[in-house]
Every structure is written in C-alpha cells, then in structure tokens.
C-alpha cells in the first residue's frame, strides 16, 4: 500500500485520506487489507469510513488474507465508532439504490475464514453496540453457526456477555442456541456456574 495512503488512514487523517482517494479501490497491505480495514483496525473515525465508501462503496465488502470485512476488523478491536459508520453506510446503500436491504443483509452476514460473522466477533469481543445495531437490522443473524458451532447465543452464553445475552433474548424471537459438542447455551451457563461454585443467575439467563 502507497506508504502515504496507509498512514493516513492509520492515523484517522481525514484531508490526508482525501488527497489518496484515487488510489482507495488498488490499494493493498501485504495481508489483503484496504483503506478501509485500515482505518477501522487503528483508528474510530467516522469521517475517514465515511470518505472511503463514498468514493467505492464496493470497499464494504472487501475481505483480507482472513476473510475479515472491515466491520469484522472494527467488532474485534472494538472501534465502535467505525462499525457503526460501516453499518449505517450498509443501511444508506440499501435505500438510495432502492435495494430492499440487500446490501446490508450481504455485510452482515459475511463469514470470514473461521464462519464467523461480524455479530460472532462484536459478541466474542464485548462490543453490545455493534451487537445492537446488527440486530436491530437483521435479527435472523442469530441463528448463523460459525465453523466451531458456535451460534451468537452459545457464544454470549459461553463468554459470559451478560449484555450481549440479553440484546439478542430482546431482539431476536427464536434464536438458535446450540454449541460445539450437543452443548447449548444453558450448558454453558451451568459450566460456569459450578466452576464458579455459585448458582446466581441474570435475568438474562432465566429467558433461556
């Protein structure tokens, strides 16, 4: 990548940014990474994504050497900021291009190389924003299971993600809750519990 390109981007240079736009859709790191995951692995700046996918909105879509969008990247880090500029920009696509939410169906639900979606990595990563804004767009999300089997209510459960459990039980009407191994989700709450030899569960839990 154009040495100047990346270090605007990394640093949330939004003029900076501008001055490169023409090279935003060529533009590589060494691991497959665009302008874009750029920004969203370094820096929250709504202005630099947004600058970005107005010039190539196709840049959304994007996938490095992992398979990571750049909306996976920011719900790992957790660039809260940037994952939801990314998604809001999904939403705008959809309803300029008249697209019945087909773009933003498309990003949420990109698998990278581990099947995970980017509600698995805002879910894994603690990120309940991002797990929000997913959700309230597309609950059906909840029932995608990555490569380990895991589904978003298994992983919440499994991670201890109190508020992460309860946005998905208050959003999503019949998620799947299965796991690796036949385990579901009150598996996991039950193994916590006796490792923590204590039976004190969230309200979150009794919704299981």
């Given at each position: 990548?154009?040495?100047?390109?990346?270090?605007?981007?990394?640093?949330?240079?939004?003029?900076?940014?501008?001055?490169?736009?023409?090279?935003?859709?060529?533009?590589?790191?060494p691991?497959?990474?665009?302008?874009?995951?750029?920004?969203?692995?370094f820096?929250?700046?709504?202005?630099?994504?947004?600058?970005?996918l107005?010039?190539?909105?196709?840049?959304?879509?994007?996938?490095?050497?992992?398979?990571?969008?750049?909306?996976?990247?920011?719900?790992?880090?957790?660039k809260?900021?940037?994952?939801?500029?990314?998604?809001?920009?999904?939403?705008?696509?959809?309803?300029?291009?008249?697209?019945?939410?087909?773009?933003?169906?498309?990003?949420?639900?990109?698998?990278?190389?581990?099947?995970?979606?980017?509600?698995?990595?805002?879910?894994?990563n603690?990120?309940?924003?991002?797990?929000?804004?997913?959700?309230?767009?597309?609950?059906?999300?909840?029932?995608?299971?990555?490569?380990?089997?895991?589904?978003?209510l298994?992983?919440?459960?499994?991670?201890?993600?109190?508020?992460?459990?309860?946005?998905i039980?208050?959003?999503?009407p019949?998620?799947?809750?299965?796991?690796?191994?036949?385990?579901?989700?009150?598996?996991?709450?039950?193994?916590?519990?006796?490792?923590?030899?204590?039976l004190?569960?969230?309200?979150?839990?009794?919704?299981?």
């Amino acid at each position: 990548m154009d040495p100047n390109l990346y270090r605007a981007a990394q640093e949330g240079n939004h003029h900076a940014l501008r001055e490169k736009k023409e090279l935003f859709s060529t533009q590589l790191t060494p691991n497959k990474n665009t302008p874009l995951h750029v920004v969203a692995q370094f820096n929250d700046s709504p202005e630099c994504i947004t600058e970005i996918l107005v010039t190539n909105e196709s840049l959304l879509y994007e996938v490095n050497s992992d398979g990571d969008t750049a909306l996976h990247i920011a719900a790992r880090i957790g660039k809260c900021t940037a994952g939801l500029t990314i998604i809001a920009r999904a939403k705008r696509l959809d309803e300029q291009l008249e697209l019945g939410g087909r773009a933003l169906k498309k990003l949420l639900t990109m698998r990278n190389r581990n099947g995970d979606t980017a509600l698995h990595e805002a879910i894994r990563n603690d990120q309940p924003k991002i797990v929000l804004s997913i959700l309230e767009k597309l609950p059906e999300i909840a029932n995608i299971v990555n490569n380990s089997l895991e589904t978003p209510l298994f992983l919440a459960v499994d991670r201890m993600r109190v508020m992460c459990v309860k946005i998905i039980l208050d959003n999503c009407p019949s998620p799947a809750y299965t796991g690796p191994e036949g385990r579901t989700a009150l598996h996991a709450v039950a193994i916590y519990n006796r490792k923590r030899k204590s039976l004190v569960f969230s309200d979150s839990w009794y919704s299981l």
